[in-house]
DNA sequence: TGTATTCAATACAGAACTGTATCCTACTCG
DNA sequence: CGAGTAGGATACAGTTCTGTATTGAATACA
């Protein structure tokens, strides 16, 4: 049961997730296709019966990536939605566990957008994701100020704009500095401070 | 009037200088010692003959692009601290004119990021840096609220640090979507928002 | 059971890049 | 004006990487 076309595409899988590692490590231009094989526990041969160039598969992990969070988002908006608590608890809901690896989801994505900041095809792709992260996060954000009696003083989409800013830029200083500021201790104690300037109780 | 270390020096600048292009549209990694030479008017000989290497080039470049942008800080400080205008004025000018590159800058910026996220000792220097330029703008805002007679609901560092990753996140934002969103629009959104949130005058 | 096919390993050719060693040129300075 | 030197160009050797072509093994199927 398992060997027609599952074999390949079980390499294949193997293939990009030994590429996630190897690419957060050392970059997309530092991974040379023999690193990448090695890690997954493949000879070159394995690689190229399976991607054109190293570009192809590139292009195929964004996709995978892509597809997976989309996936997870997906399942855990309905739970945050519903479930008790605040707004700022679903929103970093949303941020935090999308993520299971911060620093290698930060080492990748970042390295994405690189890319994409020189690669206009690349930044379309991109720019698509993107926007249908901030979509998923925008309806989150919609369904709770209302049902909570909130109101923004902003666009909810601009709204969910700022919160990405800030946890980026959260996230990059705090990879920067492990000791000093332990993981997700920045995000934590800013997007309070953004919430309350951009919501009040709706009378 | 040109010739015994002077020369030595320039060909050294603009060895710095190709670089910096370079890497800014290729990556450190996708960026060769030739390419970089062809920019800058040379061969490699004159690289080799000026630098061990191209991690010490990349070293020197970031120790050159640092105290140059330390050194325009310093300038503009007096001027931001004492003229007229609001404090958001003085930040948004600060983070504004010290890169007069915007692209470029994020870009080389975003790069040695990555690299000091996988070289620790990279990360130490970068980490001193950005120390420092947390200082200026920390510095500044101190001044500045105590002069009009306002009062940060939080610690200056903290207020700037939250500065700064609206700041870099937004940044990447823009960069990303150029179409959609004009250079320092969502900038010039955000940190008014995040201004108001944190600052109140104090009674 | 034997044949065909599929997937991955191995072997190989070619390109690119790095770093060194040598050479050339243009100043400097006696 | 001539010897010495510094800076940079050129030539070269070694390494690494990519991509292709061939081979071998395991499975599907008749």
Redesign the interface.
């Known amino acids: 049961m398992e060997t027609p076309k599952r074999r390949r595409s079980n390499t294949r899988a193997r293939l990009l997730e030994g590429a996630l590692e190897v690419f957060a490590?050392?970059?997309?231009?530092?991974a040379s296709v023999e690193d990448i094989c090695e890690r997954a526990g493949f000879t070159r041969g394995a690689f190229y019966s399976n991607f054109a160039s190293k570009d192809e598969l590139v292009l195929a992990l964004f996709q995978a990536t892509t597809d997976r969070l989309l996936e997870q988002i997906e399942a855990l908006l309905p739970e945050l939605a519903n479930q008790p608590g605040t707004l700022l608890d679903a929103v970093l809901g949303l941020l935090d566990e999308a993520a299971p690896d911060q620093?290698q989801w930060?080492?990748i994505s970042?390295?994405f957008?690189?890319h994409?900041?020189?690669d206009p095809e690349a930044?379309q792709a991109?720019?698509t994701q993107?926007a249908m992260f901030r979509d998923s996060l925008t309806k989150l954000v919609e369904q709770i100020t209302e049902t909570s009696g909130l109101t923004l003083?902003?666009p909810a989409e601009?709204f969910v704009?700022?919160v990405?800013?800030?946890?980026?830029?959260?996230r990059?200083?705090s990879?920067?500095?492990p000791r000093k500021l332990p993981p997700g201790e920045?995000e934590h104690?800013?997007l309070p401070?953004?919430l309350?300037?951009?919501s009040r109780p709706s009378r």
Chains 1, 2 share one sequence.
Request: proline share 0%; charged share 20%; net charge neutral.
């Open positions: 490590e050392r970059g997309f231009h530092g620093r930060h080492l970042t390295e957008t690189l994409a900041l020189r930044a991109l720019n993107r003083s902003v601009q704009r700022l990405i800013a800030v946890h980026e830029g959260a990059s200083q990879l920067l500095e920045l104690t800013f401070m953004v309350e300037a951009v």
